[in-house]
């Protein structure tokens, strides 16, 4: 855990008030969604057999090369294709309900291996879980398990980088058909940019359609009836394929008149957006009534798992204090016979939504400071005291910020609470402070995990601190908490800038 004591942790300003959740809205005509391209479609599909093939085979090879090669046994064929069939169902309903929204993402980024990761950790715990609950661990080896994880995983990140790129270099052009029109702007860089990735991806000799799009009011209606009819007349005259818009340069109202005009050629369309409105297809679509939205930011938790990371605070602050509650007792008594004073420092923080409370601690200083003016803690600081240096370094003064816990007044995990001396200082020369107070103030952090606290001399430092805590504050969740509380023991060890 971290160490912050009265002068510990020093803290930044408060920022403008950002909405939990920003949604940018595209209004669109109430209609039937277009069918995904056959291309889009096959590549899918045959990423999502390829991945099963590769975990049906990762199965069975780690089952037999581990029997054969450390426990000199053949092992159990069958029950190893059993497992690879389970997993291989799990995980592909589990990454389908993942990708369900991100069908524009491109399978080999990194945001899709990271839901790979994920997902295919929870398929292995799962299929683990089930093992053991129909009884069948006593024909599955462990080894064998941690193998499979390690081979199936490795096969999986290797298909999403390589499959999708063979496919459209040697796939596209024969379930598309070689023929495509692509409908641009003359002048426009998009269009050409366009034809060359065509190229790349495999299709030869794109049909070009140029329209002026720029053209004054009065020369639209004959630019786009002459336009069309080129468009119209490759149609018919050439085979299967598809037509492609630059749709960047056309303005809102001429590209739903081209739109309109293609609704009678039997061919898939597929517009490319302008830059201004690609960046936004990443993110996920929501629905708002018979609206379409993009959520631009979400709240850094909804309730479900605002309730899971406080069953996760309770549990775990409850069971480490019957856990070491001899320690605490023996801290205790150290303090009490090394300095006068009391054994716990009490001083107010704010919290949740900037609301004060008192934060308790064990003494590790021979003051108390608890008003306008608060001196941080530095290295080899004559204030503190013997056990206390101790206890810093440790970070065994914290454990009594779980009562604050407890009480629900701090959680295990998130911005560490400053003195309201340093929150009113820091609060004018930082940007964005008052975001830490989203969520809940932690025992340790996404700061302190890296390697942020400590003294802060230089006001970069506590910039740097700030910017970590708002970054945790705008994409907390209970993965990410599990994830810093492991990170803290190693931080413990560490004895990164604790003093």
């Not at 029950?79 to 389908?96: N, Q």
């Not at 879980?129 to 006593?138: G, Q, R, V, W, Y």
């Not at 980088?161 to 002048?187: M, Q, Y």
């Not at 709240?299 to 406080?310: F, N």
Request: a positive charge; glycine letters at 8%.
């Amino acid at each position: 855990m971290k160490h912050l004591d009265h002068n510990d942790d020093v803290p930044p300003t408060p920022a403008p008030e950002a909405p939990a959740r920003v949604k940018l809205q595209l209004i669109v005509r109430e209609e039937t969604p277009p069918p995904t391209s056959s291309h889009a479609a096959a590549s899918r599909f045959a990423l999502a057999v390829a991945e099963s093939l590769i975990i049906l085979i990762a199965a069975v090879i780690a089952d037999v090369a581990y029997h054969a090669f450390v426990l000199g046994n053949p092992g159990h064929r069958l029950a190893s294709v059993a497992v690879g069939l389970l997993t291989a169902a799990l995980f592909a309903g589990a990454i389908k309900s993942v990708e369900t929204n991100q069908r524009l993402r491109d399978p080999s980024s990194i945001e899709a291996l990271r839901d790979l990761t994920f997902v295919w950790i929870g398929t292995i715990l799962s299929v683990t879980f089930f093992s053991f609950a129909l009884k069948a661990d006593e024909m599955l080896s462990r080894g064998a398990m941690m193998s499979f994880m390690a081979l199936g995983y490795v096969g999986l990140v290797v298909v999403r980088v390589t499959l999708p790129r063979l496919f459209a270099k040697h796939v596209a052009t024969r379930i598309n058909g070689d023929e495509v029109i692509v409908i641009g702007v003359e002048n426009d860089p998009p269009t050409v940019a366009l034809l060359r990735e065509l190229e790349g991806a495999g299709y030869s000799a794109p049909r070009l359609v140029l329209f002026r799009a720029d053209c004054a009011p009065h020369e639209w209606p004959n630019e786009l009836r002459r336009s069309m009819d080129k468009v119209m007349a490759l149609a018919h005259a050439g085979g299967q394929g598809e037509i492609c818009i630059a749709g960047g340069a056309f303005g809102e109202r001429r590209l739903y008149e081209v739109l309109a005009g293609l609704k009678v050629i039997p061919r898939a369309v597929r517009v490319i957006p302008s830059p201004a409105v690609e960046q936004f297809l990443h993110y996920p679509v929501r629905g708002i009534g018979s609206l379409y939205s993009v959520e631009l930011q979400r709240a850094p938790m909804d309730l479900g798992q605002l309730t899971a990371k406080r069953v996760l605070d309770l549990g775990a602050a409850a069971a480490i204090l019957i856990l070491i509650a001899p320690l605490l007792l023996l801290i205790a008594l150290a303090i009490k016979l090394d300095s006068k004073g009391p054994i716990l420092f009490h001083q107010r923080r704010l919290g949740l939504r900037g609301k004060a409370f008192e934060i308790f601690k064990f003494r590790t200083m021979t003051v108390t400071e608890n008003g306008d003016v608060v001196t941080q803690a530095q290295k080899n600081d004559p204030r503190v005291t013997r056990v206390g240096r101790w206890l810093r370094r440790l970070s065994l003064d914290e454990f009594p910020q779980l009562l604050n816990v407890i009480r629900g007044e701090m959680s295990l995990v998130g911005p560490r609470p400053h003195a309201l001396a340093h929150d009113r200082y820091y609060g004018t020369l930082i940007e964005n402070y008052e975001v830490r107070q989203h969520v809940k103030p932690g025992m340790t952090g996404w700061a302190q995990v890296n390697g942020l606290r400590g003294e802060t001399k230089e006001l970069e430092q506590m910039r740097r601190r700030v910017e970590a805590d708002v970054w945790y504050a705008k994409n907390a969740s209970v993965f990410l908490d599990i994830k810093i509380l492991l990170l803290t023991f190693v931080e413990v060890f560490r004895q990164r800038n604790a003093h």
